[in-house]
């Protein structure tokens, strides 16, 4: 999209900044699954949400709220469990971290890495250049070597990517969190083939996926007329309405071996996070976790 707001891509952009709201207020909670001290400050950096709430006593309803209460403990959930694959990733050799759809997460910033990881994040050059401003603002150090990459993740993004000093031959974490959905199905197939043409043997991906994009139900659900009418994002109409491709299979074939899970399966290990309930929209999302085998010999 090419309309900002103070530097920040309106719509998909926007969606960054909910994202951060929602993180803000899991970090605050007293049974925090995860935490970003920085994530309050882009919200009240952006004068589009300067209003919205970042802390949990910030929203009346609690976790009865559909947008503050359940869809921020989704994304607060979503987080630790992205957070946990890369760490796993990078303890177990990856040397390379690479997101997709960065946003305004601060992984960088707030995990603990081990030496010697990079990380490249991938989204529009408005949000990265509004995302710096802020943590420049802050003085926040990174934990790891830290590689903004402006591109349109729509359109081939791997010769971006080789310009930020990428390296095809070391293992590499990809994550593709709360982007498929928005790509189109050849945009997704692009992205997941041209990381296993350049993931070496021990390499992991995961991502997150709707299989059902649209539907009349989603249309009407509190969760998503709630995005609409208090903040002006139309999550369904940004969703892509075209079939996803089965891109799990895809990596199967290509030797990668796949686990596919509902975000229920995570609140059930953990104790906390969204529970199912009757017509629920979040049913349909599924987290998927590859892994490309070692190199033979």
């Not at 710096?132 to 010769?159: E, F, I, K, Y």
Request: aromatic share 8%.
């Amino acid at each position: 999209m090419s309309t900002t707001e103070d530097g920040v891509d309106v719509g998909v952009g926007r969606t960054a900044l909910m994202v951060a709201a929602a993180r803000a207020i899991e970090t605050h909670r007293a049974d925090s699954l995860a935490e970003d001290p920085y994530a309050e400050h882009f919200v009240r950096a952006a004068p589009v949400s300067a209003g919205w709430p970042v802390r949990p006593e910030e929203v009346p309803d609690g976790d009865a709220d559909p947008l503050w209460g359940r869809l921020a403990r989704y994304f607060g959930l979503r987080t630790r469990v992205f957070d946990d694959f890369l760490l796993r990733s990078a303890h177990g050799g990856a040397r390379q971290v690479v997101l997709f759809g960065a946003g305004l997460d601060t992984r960088a910033m707030r995990l603990d890495w081990p030496s010697g990881v990079t990380v490249f994040e991938l989204d529009r050059a408005p949000v990265l250049d509004f995302k710096q401003r802020v943590l420049d603002g802050l003085g926040a150090r990174s934990r790891a070597v830290r590689v903004p990459v402006g591109v349109d993740l729509g359109h081939d993004w791997a010769p971006a990517l080789a310009g930020g000093g990428f390296t095809p031959g070391v293992p590499t974490a990809w994550l593709a969190e709360g982007l498929v959905m928005y790509l189109t199905p050849e945009a997704e197939q692009r992205l997941v083939r041209t990381a296993d043409r350049l993931s070496a043997g021990g390499s992991t991906l995961a991502y997150e996926t709707k299989p059902r994009p649209t539907s009349p139900a989603m249309v009407a659900c509190p969760l998503y007329t709630g995005t609409r009418a208090r903040l002006d994002i139309d999550l369904v109409a940004l969703f892509d309405p075209g079939p996803r491709p089965d891109s799990a299979a895809d990596l199967a074939a290509r030797g990668w071996s796949t686990t596919t899970r509902t975000p229920f399966d995570f609140t059930a290990r953990h104790g906390r996070g969204p529970a199912p309930e009757p017509d629920d929209v979040l049913a349909d999302n599924r987290w998927v976790f590859a892994e490309k085998p070692p190199a033979s010999g």
